[in-house]
């Protein structure tokens, strides 16, 4: 991997620091504490983005093995292709791409020509697109996808942190109570809307995956 790029950046890299803001948050309140790191130290800077990358990469195992692990919380951030609402465009074509793939597979499979996704479809495209560098388009979804679930992550463990730091405010009279509330708050609102906004990123990959798959092959069979 020559650099870090635009899947990398916002799956792992802005979770990770958002997760260091707020304990830079948490330890100014309640400690009057600065900032772990300085902006105008570059080596402190460098410092924050290898952490940052480190500690998004953990959220983002954490995720995918534990909160996805758990049905109720899955459902929340998580649309199989099968239940996925896919647009006009995308059932219009998936006939086809079922019909292609029944042609291309090399293994058994029900043969399905409805516009319903047939079992592997979408990961045989995905796997066409990434394999022929077409996958782009594609990653960008992904990407922003992945950066919301982790979000969603970062929202769960955050609740029970800051119900414990209220009751610590205010068993310790640090006055930051209120403020902590109003953070709990916004944590809860953040969720809902977290969670629609990951729902809706889920369902625009897996409709850019079919679409792109779809406009290559076309545009293959055109050409040969």
Not at 128 to 141: A, C, G, M, S
Not at 165 to 182: A, D, M, P, R
Not at 206 to 219: L, M, N, P
Request: charged share 15%.
């Amino acid at each position: 991997m020559d650099k870090l790029s635009l899947y990398e950046i916002l799956s792992f890299v802005i979770p990770g620091f958002i997760v260091i803001k707020v304990v830079d948050i948490f330890r100014f309140l309640l400690l009057g504490s600065n900032n772990l790191f300085s902006s105008d130290n570059i080596g402190d800077s460098l410092i924050l983005f290898c952490a940052s990358l480190v500690i998004g990469v953990i959220i983002h195992v954490l995720t995918t093995q534990v909160i996805l692990k758990m049905p109720f919380l899955k459902k929340l951030v998580y649309t199989s292709v099968k239940d996925a609402e896919l647009g006009e465009y995308s059932k219009l074509i998936i006939p086809h791409l079922n019909e292609e793939y029944a042609k291309l597979r090399k293994h058994d499979s029900n043969e399905n020509t409805s516009n319903q996704p047939t079992d592997y479809l979408f990961d045989f495209a995905y796997y066409y697109l990434e394999v022929n560098d077409k996958i782009t388009q594609v990653k960008n979804f992904q990407s922003l996808y992945f950066m919301f679930r982790n979000f969603f992550t970062i929202g769960l463990i955050l609740v029970p942190i800051l119900l414990f730091t209220i009751f610590y405010s205010y068993c310790n009279e640090l006055n930051q109570t209120q403020n902590l509330g109003l953070s709990l708050l916004i944590v809860f609102i953040g969720l809902l809307v977290n969670i629609y906004v990951t729902r809706w990123l889920r369902v625009k990959m897996i409709e850019r995956v079919f679409e792109s798959y779809y406009a290559d092959r076309t545009h293959n069979n055109t050409n040969t």
